[in-house]
């Protein structure tokens, strides 16, 4: 069973930036293209970014330009870089594989994007 571990959510200023990370418990990111996705309340959860084992990256058209999903050297880690935050990304931040696996959602880490 694969574990995911959101981090680095917090309380930011709009304009400022945060970088979050998922670590998992295999070498998933080494097999399966990940994603990070993100859940408002009252919305549905929805996809933000993704990257591919070969390290090709898309963008939600909401974050393209100030959001960055990477993964650093390490085999178990996914990062995603967040500039130039809005109120409106204001939410809980999961990352899971693309196409997620249902039973591999983590708890979520939570942004908040207030003055």
């Known amino acids: 069973q694969v574990q995911l571990v959101e981090s680095g959510g917090g309380l930011v200023q709009p304009g400022g930036s945060l970088r979050l990370s998922c670590v998992a418990s295999?070498?998933?990111?080494?097999?399966?293209?990940m994603g990070w996705y993100r859940q408002a309340p009252g919305n549905q959860r929805e996809l933000v970014a993704t990257?591919?084992?070969?390290?090709?990256?898309n963008y939600a058209e909401s974050v393209k330009g100030r959001f960055t999903i990477s993964r650093p050297n390490a085999k178990n880690t996914v990062s995603l870089q967040m500039n130039s935050l809005k109120s409106e990304d204001t939410a809980v931040y999961y990352c899971?594989?693309?196409?997620?696996?249902?039973?591999?959602w983590g708890q979520g880490t939570q942004v908040t994007v207030s003055s």
């Open positions: 990257i591919t084992v070969g390290g090709s990256t």
């Open positions: 295999g070498s998933i990111f080494t097999i399966y293209a």
């Open positions: 899971n594989t693309f196409p997620p696996r249902e039973g591999a």
